[in-house]
């Protein structure tokens, strides 16, 4: 993906803690991912951007829960489009109408893809 020398000369330290101690899953893998990728590329990431969606230690794209409560919530706060995962996309039959005309999907199947939607390479 163009960033093998960054990830040669740098070093990634990431420490999550739980403060509430609720146990709450959160499934924010690709959002993290796409950060350090966007951070390493120096390509900011498109504004009003909901990224959503969760990855396994090997990479692979986890299915999520439900749409309606991510994407009201990013309704409320102005975003204007989600990064969904394709496995995702039956879901969005459960959306609200009023929700989806206000947040557009953008779907992934892989991460090289999530990452190259929101960075400006492939605008859809």
Do not use: W
């Not at 993290?32 to 900011?44: D, E, G, Q, T, W």
């Not at 199947?109 to 390479?121: E, W, Y």
């Amino acid at each position: 993906m163009g960033i093998a020398r960054d990830l040669d000369n740098s070093d990634v330290h990431v420490e999550v803690i739980d403060l509430l101690a609720n146990r709450v899953e959160a499934e924010v893998g690709v959002a993290f991912f796409i950060a350090c990728y966007s951070a390493f590329r120096k390509a900011p990431v498109s504004p009003a951007l909901l990224v959503l969606g969760d990855m396994s230690i090997q990479g692979n794209i986890k299915p999520l829960r439900s749409l309606t409560e991510p994407l009201q919530v990013a309704k409320d706060n102005g975003a204007k489009r989600a990064l969904i995962p394709i496995e995702s996309k039956r879901n969005l039959l459960d959306v609200n109408a009023d929700i989806m005309e206000h947040v557009d999907p953008i779907f992934f199947g892989d991460l090289k893809t999530a990452a190259m939607k929101v960075l400006g390479a492939d605008r859809t």
